[in-house]
């Protein structure tokens, strides 16, 4: 392991023993200075960004300034990049960041570990520059993440109601749904009771009767629930109680039948 001793790396440094954590704080530092001082030491940093879970533009993204980001992007070295850097910024909300990355070819539907974009840390956050530079350089509206969210889903649970309405306006497909458990941006709004973002949804031609993989619809999970809010306002909005579930039951056999409500309550939030 090289030792450092340079007293422009020791002045941004923590007095920590670790190479790759004192790197980390020079990155956080936004000391380039020091950097390329590393560099005319000797020292490896591409064997040292091999031996980390990130990469040094990644870090700089999430932490460190402009200035960084730039030297490690440009630098001749080759540090890695088109990675998950441009999905780390924006879960940070580094506009000036994203900016630089879009503006010198980075694809702005890249996505991280977790399959996110940057639109589903902006959907999450409510992040809306993040949400409007990506939209406007035509990042994928509509991807899905390793769980199978798009950003619309997430905007409809977090209740970010500006960043649903941006979503939507660039062609967000309003009832894409989960691929595991098949719920719906309505549905999901429904559950929190986000019914201004339900509203929004329906007017853009949601399916307020969307079932998910068993075949529930919103009112149906309302019904195991009791959650009269969300009842009445589905009830209001023309919600079809006779849709039977995978296993033939219906809304309405739940409101009529405490004992199998009570059943199905136990079955789906206590047991599992």
Not at 34 to 46: I, N, P, Q, R, V
Not at 143 to 152: A, I, V
Request: glycine share 6%.
């Amino acid at each position: 392991m090289i030792i450092i001793t340079m007293e422009v790396v020791e002045s941004v440094c923590a007095q920590n023993n670790s190479l790759i954590e004192k790197i980390w704080d020079i990155i956080s530092a936004g000391a380039v200075s020091a950097m390329e001082d590393l560099l005319k030491s000797g020292c490896d940093l591409l064997a040292i960004e091999k031996e980390s879970d990130y990469t040094l533009l990644e870090q700089a993204c999430t932490c460190g300034d402009l200035s960084m980001v730039k030297w490690l992007y440009e630098n001749e070295i080759k540090f890695k990049k088109e990675r998950y850097e441009l999905s780390y910024a924006a879960a940070k909300n580094r506009v000036d960041v994203l900016c630089y990355l879009l503006s010198s070819g980075a694809d702005p539907s890249g996505v991280d570990e977790t399959g996110r974009n940057g639109l589903h840390w902006a959907a999450q956050e409510d992040y809306r520059d993040v949400c409007s530079l990506l939209l406007k350089n035509k990042c994928c509206v509509n991807q899905m993440e390793s769980s199978g969210q798009t950003p619309l889903y997430i905007a409809a649970a977090e209740n970010s109601h500006i960043i649903a309405e941006k979503l939507l306006q660039a062609n967000a497909v309003v009832d894409l749904c989960g691929i595991f458990d098949g719920t719906t941006p309505f549905m999901i709004a429904c559950k929190y009771e986000h019914f201004s973002i339900c509203d929004l949804l329906l007017s853009c031609g949601a399916d307020i009767d969307a079932c998910d993989s068993e075949g529930r619809t919103a009112l149906f999970y309302a019904s195991v629930c009791c959650a009269q809010n969300q009842i009445q306002y589905l009830a209001s909005k023309g919600a079809d109680p006779s849709i039977p579930d995978s296993g033939g039951i219906t809304p309405k056999d739940i409101a009529k039948n405490m004992t199998l409500q009570k059943m199905l309550y136990n079955k789906l939030y206590i047991e599992d």
